[in-house]
């Protein structure tokens, strides 16, 4: 049976309570945009893929693609990194952008061809199904031939064994896109991804509690950092601290 998986970006809540609320409606695991170009990253994504990763225990990433495939594939590869994404994950390059060339094939294969030489190979190709079907995309030159195939309005994806078709672009009428993973390409549900997580004490309020992530944090009297202005207080990472 397929899953069903959304996929978010900016546009989206970045609340827990949203994906709890996609899983509710059916969904099954979630692709989160992370970067565009060499130059953008989601300033949401850091969040959505933290809170997806609770909900659904997998999270997937992609990349809005506009033809550098080295440079943005680095990029791109630098960010997922950064979240604390392993090796399992599901990672998508999204080529749709109207500035890609009328074969965008060979830049394709260039990020997919570096994500795969890092150790990330669970990759997957998104495209509409007219740049598949009119060469736009060459699935059959790519180096991975998985394809995630948007098309809207029709009873299937229109490519032969598509391996996921992103069908709506507003699903349960929240603005959502879904698609049907009709092999676990999309849904990446045996991901061992440990991602980055707030302890369950973290606030954003006033008088918070924070969890300490270096050995030791120093505290100071006064906002000029040195010996005479160090406070006797210092507050020790957990694993840090030692018993007799």
Do not use: C
């Amino acid at each position: 049976m397929p899953k069903l998986v959304a996929d978010v970006a900016v546009y989206q809540s970045k609340s827990k309570a949203f994906f709890e609320n996609l899983k509710r409606y059916g969904i099954d695991s979630v692709m989160v945009k992370l970067t565009e170009g060499t130059i953008y990253v989601n300033a949401s994504a850091g969040e959505q893929v933290s809170n997806a990763y609770q909900v659904f225990g997998t999270v997937g990433a992609y990349h809005f693609f506009h033809g550098n495939g080295l440079a943005e594939a680095k990029y791109f590869l630098a960010w997922v990194k950064k979240y604390g994404l392993d090796k399992s994950t599901v990672l998508a390059i999204d080529v749709e952008a109207q500035d890609l060339p009328a074969s965008t094939t060979s830049q394709v294969n260039i990020f997919l061809k570096y994500l795969k030489s890092q150790g990330y190979s669970n990759v997957i190709t998104y495209g509409s199904g007219s740049w598949f079907k009119y060469g736009r995309i060459n699935r059959v030159a790519l180096v991975d031939q998985r394809i995630w195939v948007a098309a809207y309005g029709v009873n299937q994806p229109g490519i032969d064994n598509a391996n996921a078709w992103q069908y709506t672009d507003n699903f349960r009428g929240l603005h959502v896109d879904a698609s049907y993973d009709f092999d676990g390409s999309l849904s990446g549900i045996k991901t061992n991804s440990i991602v980055k997580t707030q302890p369950n004490y973290y606030q954003t309020t006033a008088l918070s509690l924070y969890e300490v992530i270096v050995p030791q944090i120093n505290v100071y009297k006064r906002l000029k950092f040195n010996k005479t202005n160090k406070s006797d207080i210092s507050y020790l990472k957990l694993e840090s601290m030692k018993t007799d």
